[in-house]
């Protein structure tokens, strides 16, 4: 299993550009979410979705849009990347069996530079 | 408002060395706690999980304790490794109405162990 995979690894955008990251999962886990990781703060909830077609608000979604068509890819889009969204991104998953109880599994992150 | 804090920041330490982070929070109502290993450039990892009714979890030369009266926990390494540099990042769940949790992140402890 290759377990949680992100791409790009790196990517440089300007000001005002869009761009999706894509991640996915071949463990079969229903959960799925995205995370934003700046220094000196926790890692902090953007999106998730606990199925296929299925998805909802976490605590920082402006500016970031989400789908779930498939259980296996949950992408994330920036709509028009501004400097605040440099970051490093996290997609992680989870089995559903008593949602975010379970361990959450995460991908090796993509470093976003917005210039 | 539910916080996690941990301490110290940063930690330098000779290998073979034990040592503590700590990790207090705020958090109602409590549903458990996690401890996550996360390596430079990659995505956290999890090492324990405790609820409200565990005091001490072990996971190789990792030990967590957890004290609910205080709102505090520990991770205890002991017999330090090179590997073991990492950041270590607590994380508590709260319970939110029906069967959804919400998941508070500590900004984690940055452990460097010195040959």
């Known amino acids: 299993n290759a377990g949680v995979t992100q791409t790009p690894k790196f990517q440089v955008l300007k000001t005002g550009q869009s761009m999706t990251l894509q991640c996915a999962q071949d463990m079969n886990h229903e959960y799925m979410s995205w995370y934003r990781q700046d220094p000196g703060m926790g890692l902090r909830l953007i999106h998730y979705?606990?199925?296929?077609?299925?998805?909802d608000q976490g605590e920082v979604p402006n500016g970031y849009n989400v789908s779930r068509s498939t259980t296996e890819d949950f992408p994330l889009r920036l709509l028009s990347a501004a400097p605040s969204q440099t970051s490093v991104y996290f997609c992680?998953?989870?089995?559903?069996?008593?949602?975010?109880?379970?361990?959450?599994?995460f991908g090796p992150g993509t470093r976003l530079l917005v210039l | 408002k539910n916080q996690v804090e941990q301490s110290p920041q940063s930690l330098i330490i000779l290998e073979g060395k034990n040592c503590t982070l700590q990790?207090?929070?705020?958090?109602?109502?409590?549903?458990?706690l996690r401890w996550y290993k996360q390596d430079t450039g990659r995505g956290p990892v999890s090492l324990t999980i405790m609820t409200f009714s565990e005091n001490t979890k072990s996971n190789g030369r990792y030990t967590a304790t957890l004290d609910a009266d205080t709102k505090q926990s520990s991770l205890h390494i002991t017999a330090s490794q090179l590997s073991d540099s990492a950041s270590y990042i607590c994380?508590?769940?709260?319970?939110?109405?029906?069967?959804?949790?919400?998941?508070?992140w500590g900004a984690g402890t940055k452990l460097i162990i010195k040959p």
């Open positions: 992680a998953s989870a089995r559903r069996d008593r949602g975010f109880q379970e361990t959450q599994y």
């Open positions: 994380v508590v769940s709260a319970r939110k109405r029906g069967s959804n949790y919400q998941l508070i």
């Open positions: 979705s606990v199925g296929a077609g299925i998805t």
């Open positions: 990790c207090n929070y705020t958090v109602s109502p409590f549903s458990n």
